[in-house]
Every structure is written in C-alpha cells, then in structure tokens.
C-alpha cells in the first residue's frame, strides 16, 4: 500500500487489540512526527469514541474533527463538554439501508467555514 501513496502522505499500522494499546500507538505515531497541531483530524474505525481525546489534543486552533457515523459511537457524549460547534450532514452511505450521520467539530473560527474564501467553480462538460 505504501507505494500506491502520494509523496505527502504516510500510513501507520497500529494494534487493534484493544482501545488503550490501539490509542497508546496513535499517539506514539503523532509525537514521532514534526507536526504540532493537525488543520484536519478523521475519526472513524473500531475504537471511535476512545479516538476523541486524541483528536481533542492534536486539532489546530482552526482545524476540524469529521467524525463518520456520528450518529453512534458516544460522539455527542464524548464532545458534549470540549467547547466546539458541530455541524451534522446526513444522507445514505453505500450498502447501508438507513441514512446515517457524519459531523464536523470545530473551534470558532475555523479555516473550513472561512466565507473569505470562494465557492470553487466546478466546470461541466459541454455536449
């Protein structure tokens, strides 16, 4: 998998025993690294609720974390308290019957929600 990767982007294996060792690994990864604060953080897996106070240390002061099937999972228990706004988006994911729920945490401001920056624009193919 590593060759099929951009030049700016790695990937870590980490233990999937159980929660603690799972989260004791990521954040061994993220010290290893030069990066003191991440503008984007994604939170998805197996041990997603446990992934929040790691994602809670490592966001930017205008970063984002997307959380997938917010819906589940001890999101809102687990950011109840963290002091970020949060914006649902709702809609059905592949093979699944029911919609599901995916959300943005955020500190105000964040760079994602800048109306400073332009709507891009999408070119269509003309027949």
Not at 12 to 38: D, F, G
Not at 46 to 71: F, H, M, N, P, Q
Not at 77 to 105: H, M, Q, W
Request: hydrophobic fraction near 40%; glycine fraction near 6%; charge should be negative.
């Amino acid at each position: 998998m590593r060759e099929k990767l951009p030049h700016n982007a790695e990937i870590h294996l980490v233990s999937m025993e159980n929660a603690a060792t799972c989260m004791e690994q990521i954040e061994n990864v993220l010290r290893s690294l030069p990066y003191a604060a991440y503008d984007v953080v994604i939170i998805d897996g197996l041990y997603r609720y446990e992934a929040i106070k790691v994602a809670l240390k490592c966001i930017s002061d205008t970063g984002v974390i997307i959380c997938d099937d917010s819906d589940g999972y001890g999101f809102y228990e687990g950011f109840r308290d963290a002091g970020l706004r949060k914006v649902d988006f709702f809609g059905n994911a592949p093979g699944v019957l029911l919609p599901r729920c995916t959300s943005i945490y955020f500190k105000a401001p964040s760079f994602i929600f800048n109306a400073a920056w332009p709507t891009p624009v999408i070119a269509h193919d003309k027949e």
